[in-house]
């Protein structure tokens, strides 16, 4: 079973404090996924990655796909009561089918004014 | 907006009950998607359906069947619900079978 950890699984933070979240497979994904989920919605794709190292940015967040491509982290710099929701990574696995996307419980954010 | 449509939004049944979900695709995409996502969890892949057939399916025993019209809608159909059913069911559609995944808000399912 491919497991995708993400950590932690709760943060609460003050508006303006930087946070990273994190995401860990002992498996390699072919591409990864960030999205992010508000209550009643569902979730909305934030960057995708798909080669070892690359670093996206997107304004205050930034991106990261672990060398390995096992791991992958989302900084989050200066942040915004608009940023609370949860931050879900998901991955479709090296050798695995590539329609199937395999997400992580996710990180809740809650940004604080 | 994402452009994919599910209904209902909320509903209630009792265990045994059978349901049936749909999913309107956005404008030009022939590929929908369906996942489960139980409350704390992140979304499960049920199956995806490309052109009217399945084309991939995650464990999920045989009483999730689904269905996807000429035009792409499709629908999920839950047999002999149980308790552990209770969940947000997503469907999400793209343009291929590998892309972009644009979600629905959901259909929130309550099993008594």
């Known amino acids: 079973t491919q497991l995708l950890e993400q950590s932690p699984q709760f943060l609460s933070i003050q508006e303006g404090e930087n946070l990273t979240v994190y995401c860990n497979s002992s498996s390699v994904f072919s591409s990864l996924q960030w999205y992010r989920q508000e209550p009643g919605e569902g979730p909305v794709l934030l960057v995708t990655?798909?080669?070892?190292?690359e670093v996206k940015k997107l304004k205050r967040l930034t991106f990261q796909f672990g060398d390995a491509r096992k791991d992958s982290s989302l900084h989050i710099t200066a942040a915004q009561t608009g940023d609370t929701g949860l931050y879900l990574c998901a991955g479709v696995y090296s050798g695995g089918s590539n329609y199937k996307l395999t997400f992580g419980k996710g990180t809740l954010l809650t940004v604080n004014p | 907006e994402t452009g994919v449509t599910q209904s209902p939004t909320h509903l209630i049944k009792t265990r045994g009950q059978q349901v049936t979900l749909r999913c309107s695709s956005q404008s030009g995409h022939n590929t929908v998607s369906w996942y489960q996502q139980a409350l704390g969890q992140g979304p499960q892949f049920i199956f995806q359906y490309y052109r009217e057939e399945e084309n991939g399916r995650g464990n999920f025993p045989p009483r999730f069947s689904g269905l996807q019209f000429p035009n792409y809608s499709s629908e999920l159909n839950v047999n002999a619900l149980e308790l552990d059913d209770s969940a947000l069911y997503l469907c999400?559609?793209?343009?291929?079978?590998?892309?972009?995944?644009?979600f629905g808000e959901g259909s929130r399912l309550t099993v008594l």
């Open positions: 999400a559609s793209s343009l291929l079978v590998t892309g972009e995944l644009f």
């Open positions: 990655v798909v080669t070892g190292g």
